[in-house]
């Protein structure tokens, strides 16, 4: 038996046939070889969609996570290609039709826009209510403050993906309904608010992908964070590792972005990959475990998060074998979401009371390890609402619901009920239980709403941990 291989700091990725990233789109659906088994009108089904909803892979994702024989109902087709259900009946059969005809462009688009429209581009006032100012009053729109420990930070440059999941709850964006008016280009207000602000010590990156950022990019919004001794852990939130691995095995700045890692590792900070992973197949390949090796081997930390969705992985099995290999991949099982209500919902909601069976039953096959994940949680306008059980009390059947992110800090941790509804699919379906009139945030959130008041954050001194008081080891 030869021994492991203990003594290389980095697997090199030799061996790993480098692939050079290109955007398959919309207009490649007739000419890719994949789909020449498709009739005439299935195309045309997904050429409607794909006017409406965004659509966009790569070679990758064709050669090695779809498994052409079983498609449709592949997971992976389901994840990264338009079907036919997912607009309307009548907007399906309208949008075909005017591809049928070869209608103008501008008539197209202009159908294309209305259906959007239909299809509640932005819920829950995701970015009205969370834009934050500067103390002189500039606001800052590529960045949200809702929770107060968490800045969200949204780089101009990072606002698209490798592949875009057909789920995506911020689809609008890449069918350029938002001109990108909630990105920011500014490294430096970046730095400068959280300058101003002591509470905030975790900075996450989200997008579209802040991988799709080169290395030098990269580390133009993330180094002026390590000046700063209060913040004491960096993430980035990305597909990247599912839909494009090769960003951190052969593109020519891999190895940039992972001594990027490593420097803010060697700052004594927390960096973790916030990886979205939907199902088990996407951590399969020899490519992507290649990518986690290296990415672990920089001491940044994977954690793992994914909405829960109908057709897709909407079965306990799937769960159990994604937070599994997680597992013995070395990462973290981190948080499994509720689809939102925006976009194709139709086609891909899960009743709450479905969402929880299927969590609990594949919670129940992991041992200690695994059950570092939670879920399902809705991201809500209130905060982070999870579904943590179904009761019955005193002869009434509840939704136990427990904030475990709250936009007024004492609400995390707090526990709540709801009557139960077999139908539901997110918070605002529900009722309070008990005969109650309303749920005990409604006031404030109303309070919110109406006076845009900040959340209130308490003494802000008192949570104050700068990364001095720890005492930084030299550890790497
Ligand atoms: C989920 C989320 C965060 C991060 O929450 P954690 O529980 O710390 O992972 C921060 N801000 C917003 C707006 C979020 O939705």
Redesign the pocket.
């Known amino acids: 038996m030869t021994p492991p291989n203990i003594t290389t700091k980095r697997p090199s990725g030799r061996g790993i046939q480098p692939r050079k990233y290109r955007a398959i789109q919309r207009r490649d659906l007739d000419s890719l070889p994949q789909l020449s088994g498709l009739s005439t009108e299935e195309l045309l089904g997904m050429k409607a969609v794909a006017a409406v909803l965004p659509f966009r892979v790569n070679e990758y994702v064709i050669e090695e996570l779809i498994d052409w024989d079983a498609i449709p109902q592949d997971p992976m087709f389901q994840l990264s290609f338009p079907q036919p259900d997912m607009l309307a009946t009548d907007d399906l059969a309208a949008m075909r039709q005017l591809i049928a005809d070869d209608a103008p462009a501008a008539e197209q688009s202009a159908l294309a826009h209305a259906i959007q429209l239909k299809m509640n581009p932005h819920p829950a006032g995701q970015m009205e209510v969370?834009v934050p100012r500067l103390e002189d009053g500039t606001p800052l729109p590529g960045m949200?403050?809702?929770?107060r420990?968490?800045?969200?930070f949204f780089p101009s440059q990072g606002q698209t993906c490798h592949t875009y999941c057909s789920y995506c709850f911020r689809w609008a964006q890449f069918v350029g309904m938002d001109d990108l008016k909630f990105a920011s280009r500014e490294a430096d207000s970046l730095r400068r608010y959280v300058t101003q602000h002591s509470e905030v010590n975790?900075i996450?990156f989200t997008g579209g992908d802040p991988m799709v950022m080169n290395a030098s990019l990269l580390s133009r919004y993330i180094e002026p964070l390590l000046e700063l001794d209060h913040v004491l852990s960096v993430?980035i939130g990305t597909k990247s590792l599912a839909w494009w691995p090769y960003r951190f095995v052969t593109d020519n700045d891999a190895d940039d972005v992972l001594k990027l890692f490593e420097r803010v590792v060697k700052s004594g900070r927390h960096l973790a990959l916030?990886a979205h992973f939907s199902h088990p197949r996407e951590l399969e390949t020899r490519v992507v475990q290649t990518a986690i090796r290296r990415i672990r081997d920089t001491g940044a930390i994977i954690r793992c998060q994914a909405p829960l969705v109908r057709n897709i992985n909407d079965d306990p099995l799937v769960w159990t074998n994604l937070w599994k290999r997680q597992i013995v991949l070395g990462m973290v099982p981190?948080?499994m979401f509720v689809e939102r209500d925006t976009g194709p919902k139709n086609y891909f909601e899960v009743p709450l009371a479905r969402a929880y069976e299927i969590f609990n039953k594949a919670y129940r096959r992991m041992s200690g390890l695994g059950r570092t994940v939670r879920g399902p949680s809705m991201?809500a306008l209130p905060g982070?609402v999870l579904i943590d059980g179904i009761a019955e009390v005193r002869g009434e059947k509840v939704f136990v619901l427990k904030f475990?992110?709250g936009r007024e800090p004492s609400w995390a941790g707090r526990v709540f009920f709801a009557q139960f509804d077999e139908k539901a699919t997110w918070l605002d379906h529900l009722k309070p239980a008990f005969g109650e009139k309303e749920f005990f945030f409604e006031p404030a959130m109303r309070d919110i709403k109406t006076h845009h008041r900040a959340p209130a954050w308490g003494d802000r001194s008192k949570f104050v941990k700068r990364l001095s008081e720890f005492g930084h080891v030299e550890w790497m």
């Open positions: 969370n949200q403050h809702k929770y420990e968490t800045v969200l975790s996450l993430r916030m981190y948080y991201s982070k475990i992110q």
